[in-house]
């Protein structure tokens, strides 16, 4: 397994608790590259062809080439594996963090302060996000079970790294690290005073905007307040300041024109439809004149219909719902409902800054992040 990045927050792990993940981690990785790679041969050999003597034509989209696979029997097989994986996931890391969560509470406590951590109670978690245990995580990352709670974002710092066999980086940065010395490279006038991360989780991807732009003050928001609360000890750290505050992204309460960059990683997908023109709203409203908006999510290519399989599965199993019809949308439309110019927004694969890309996927994908851009 890739070398983690340790931080003085990161949980521990004892011999048995990390037998167990490193079982899981062989497990989907078993899952994820030998059995969902013979669903491609399945669906060649039986789904596709089925498919086209029923309805003669072949599939011509994603959802159709899912369904078509949905009653056979290796892929029931696969399905059964991989949702009973990510349940094992949670299953095998929540003790580990359990047990040492009084401790990790008294060690975000003793942080030294370099960032500001701002909670508001009274931001409602969206119906999107609350009707669902998103990652199919028990009570979400949403959910308090103590006082000052940090369960939730203890937990998803270490089950990452089992779910992507750490091939995000030490610190799990590689979406951010690569959106960011993208956007150095390619816009380098830009030089932002002030940046927003939007859906921030624990601030993985959040963290490498402190190193690109050193000069900038760093702004990350989320609903959910444990991992916001172990995101700032995190932030602490390792060293970085940066001002967390709990907001939804719909709708915040900071100044219009008050950031030159507003970006997001991997948010979008567990929003909704009507949110995420909200959110892209919210995004123009924040811009200053010719700043930008950026936004990466997990897009896959569209070359075949079962390129999508996988996405498709994710949205039905893995309590990911809006991931499917996220593919489909015109996303340049909903920029320009929302104020942005269509001659000003644009897609792209950004490359990856880590030497390997994330192994579940395909050679095509590899070491590449789905970004789209719109300048103000």
């Not at 909670?119 to 000052?148: F, M, Q, T, W």
């Not at 593919?327 to 920029?335: C, E, F, G, K, Y």
Request: charged share 25%; with cysteine; aromatic share 10%.
């Amino acid at each position: 397994m890739p070398q983690i990045g340790l931080h003085d927050m990161y949980p521990d792990a004892a011999h048995d608790e990390q037998s167990r993940q490193n079982f899981i981690r062989n497990l989907r990785l078993h899952v994820l590259g030998t059995v969902l790679g013979g669903t491609a041969t399945v669906y060649e050999a039986r789904a596709r062809p089925a498919f086209e003597r029923a309805q003669k034509r072949r599939p011509k989209n994603a959802r159709e080439a899912f369904n078509a696979m949905q009653g056979d029997d290796y892929a029931k097989t696969f399905s059964a594996l991989n949702r009973t994986t990510q349940e094992m996931l949670y299953d095998t890391v929540g003790p580990s963090i359990a047990r040492q969560l009084p401790d990790l509470i008294d060690k975000a406590a003793r942080q030294k302060p370099l960032g500001v951590l701002r909670l508001d109670p009274s931001v409602a978690v969206p119906r999107y996000n609350a009707r669902a245990d998103i990652h199919c995580k028990p009570g979400g990352y949403h959910s308090e079970i103590v006082a000052d709670d940090l369960f939730a974002g203890a937990e998803y710092d270490r089950s990452i790294n089992v779910y992507f066999f750490g091939t995000l980086g030490r610190y799990n940065e590689d979406m951010g690290a690569s959106v960011a010395h993208w956007l150095r490279a390619t816009y380098p006038a830009l030089n932002p005073k002030r940046i927003l991360d939007m859906g921030c989780t624990i601030g993985h991807s959040t963290l490498p905007y402190c190193d690109v732009y050193p000069d900038a003050e760093i702004h990350a928001i989320d609903v959910a307040a444990p991992v916001l609360r172990y995101g700032h000890a995190r932030a602490e750290a390792m060293g970085r300041a940066v001002d967390f505050s709990q907001q939804n992204a719909e709708a915040t309460t900071f100044a219009a024109g008050s950031f030159d960059l507003v970006v997001s990683h991997l948010l979008l997908h567990e929003t909704s439809t009507s949110a995420m023109g909200r959110i892209f709203k919210e995004c123009h409203r924040l811009l200053r004149p010719g700043g930008l908006m950026v936004h990466q999510d997990g897009v896959g290519f569209k070359d075949d219909p079962f390129d999508g399989y996988f996405t498709e599965w994710l949205t039905h199993y893995n309590n990911e719902p809006f991931l499917g019809t996220l593919q489909r949308l015109d996303w340049t439309d909903i920029a320009a409902k929302a104020g942005f110019t269509r001659a000003k927004a644009y897609d792209k694969r950004v490359p990856s800054q880590q030497e390997n890309g994330n192994a579940t996927l395909s050679k095509k994908e590899t070491g590449t992040h789905y970004v789209f851009v719109a300048e103000k």
